[in-house]
Nanobody
Framework: QVQLVESGGGLVQTGGSLRLSCAAS????????MGWFRQAPGKEREFVAAISSYTGTTTYYSNSVKGRFTISRDNAKNTLYLRMNSLKPEDTAVYLC????????????????????WGQGTQVTVSS
């Protein structure tokens, strides 16, 4: 079982940057494949980025954030990160981290139903 808590959201101007963190409890974080999703009011949950378990060899991004966002993990700190640069008003949403056990070390997951662990989310608001 893994519990996830996001932090780092806030209000930022267009073109600004934020770094989100997702702190995980438990001793199995390293074997957990992780992902970031976001959900704006009235919209479905949207995939943002994913990283494979263990060393995070594989990462994958949605087209809407590719080149602007970077997902990373620090297993020693049991923490997942999302660095967000060149933020746009359309990036405004609640950002949630998600995890699932995976022992491959190279597979990533993009569907919300593929994840079993979820955080509560952190609000990101980008003003124009």
């Amino acid at each position: 079982q893994v519990q996830l808590v996001e932090s780092g959201g806030g209000l930022v101007q267009t073109g600004g940057s934020l770094r989100l963190s997702c702190a995980a409890s438990g001793r199995t974080f390293s074997s957990t494949a992780m992902g970031w999703f976001r959900q704006a009011p009235g919209k479905e949950r949207e995939f943002v980025a994913a990283i494979s378990s263990y060393t995070g060899t594989t990462t994958y991004y949605s087209n809407s954030v590719k080149g602007r966002f970077t997902i990373s993990r620090d297993n020693a700190k049991n923490t997942l990160y999302l660095r967000m640069n060149s933020l746009k008003p359309e990036d405004t949403a609640v950002y949630l981290c998600a995890g699932r056990q995976d022992f491959s070390g190279y597979i990533y997951f993009t569907g919300p139903t593929e994840y079993g662990y979820w955080g509560q989310g952190t609000q990101v608001t980008v003003s124009s």
